[in-house]
């Protein structure tokens, strides 16, 4: 009986393993541009602006920021002030090539005329993800 028990036991925790060996090969969308800009457009839709700002802004950007501000603080004016433009953006360039620069770290997205003087919306990676550009360089 205890082989037969000691065998379910280790069969159970094989499956486990297997199961977390394919949760962590699961790519995260923001490693690909193709992908990265429609989970942003999926997190504004839903309005999940906290986890859009963690997984979105740059990370020295966002660090500076929560310096200063809360991140939910941040999160409501962001609501507030530039989520929906953001999101007619990202509907915008979801199927436009961008010009790559910086061995293709940057993406650079050319914008349609509008009122607001804004041409462009840049993406960098960072390490493995992608990140908006809150200011140019």
Excluded: C
Excluded at 63 to 89: C, D, H, P, W, Y
Aim: hydrophobic fraction near 40%; proline fraction near 4%; glycine fraction near 4%.
């Amino acid at each position: 009986m205890t082989t037969v028990r000691f065998a379910t036991i280790l069969f159970s925790l094989l499956l486990l393993m297997i199961g977390q060996v394919q949760a962590d090969t699961t790519p995260n969308p923001r490693e690909k541009l193709q992908t990265a800009i429609p989970e942003g457009i999926r997190l504004l839709e839903t309005k999940e602006y906290i986890t859009f700002l963690k997984n979105f802004a740059n990370p020295s950007d966002l660090e500076q920021f929560t310096k200063e501000n809360s991140l939910e603080e941040g999160a409501k004016v962001f609501a507030e002030e530039k989520a929906q433009r953001l999101l007619e953006i990202l509907k915008e360039i979801q199927d436009v090539k961008p010009k790559f620069e910086n061995n293709g770290n940057k993406a650079i997205f050319q914008l349609k005329d509008n009122n607001e003087g804004m041409h462009t919306i840049i993406f960098v990676r960072v390490e493995r993800y992608w990140y908006i550009q809150n200011k140019p360089e």
